[in-house]
């Protein structure tokens, strides 16, 4: 769940007071990455803030047993993307800033029935005449890793004309292989 222009922080705070959440941990000021969590008043969902420094972007993870009616309720109640607005995005944005922005809110708004769209999209996206733009394809797989991705991942580990974005295609093909034990 990617917050659209809000303050999500302020906006999560709101919707757990109302709620009753319990809060678990509060954001350690010595990490980049900004994680608070609380758990819903019966402890069955546990809900992550995320703001992530690495794509700019904001975001919920949810975890346990009634994760489907917490997310309905959250998302009546804030401003998120769709998976569908974001590849949209992709394909109109004009500005570099907000395409990037579009392909990690793509991966990281993606469900498993939705990848096989988003890697549709990010197989254009990797053929970008700007390296940073392919680079985010591979930033982007780091956060959805499915078939489809890697499989794009690769082709930017092997081809690609420019050295860091094949570096880091290396990188990350590495690290996923060495995470699921050498296969999907």
């Not at 390296?131 to 499915?146: H, K, M």
Request: hydrophobic share 40%; proline share 3%; no cysteine.
């Amino acid at each position: 769940m990617v917050f659209k222009n809000v303050d999500a922080e302020l906006e999560v705070d709101q919707i757990s007071f109302d709620d009753g959440w319990d809060m678990l941990q509060v954001e350690d000021p010595a990490s980049d990455t900004f994680v608070n969590v609380w758990a819903t008043a019966d402890g069955s969902v546990e809900i992550h803030l995320v703001k992530d420094p690495m794509v700019g972007l904001d975001y919920l993870t949810l975890y346990g047993d009634d994760v489907a009616d917490v997310q309905l309720d959250i998302e009546e109640r804030s401003s998120f993307w769709s998976t569908g607005e974001a590849l949209r995005e992709i394909g109109r944005a004009t500005d570099r800033d907000d395409r990037l922005r579009a392909v990690y809110t793509a991966a990281l708004s993606a469900t498993d029935a939705e990848s096989d769209a988003v890697a549709e999209a990010f197989r254009t996206v990797s053929r970008d005449d700007d390296p940073g733009i392919r680079l985010s394809v591979v930033v982007a797989t780091g956060y959805l890793q499915t078939p489809g991705l890697v499989e794009i991942v690769a082709g930017l580990a092997a081809d690609d004309p420019h050295d860091t974005v094949r570096e880091n295609a290396r990188i990350l093909l590495e690290g996923i292989e060495r995470e699921r034990g050498g296969g999907w």
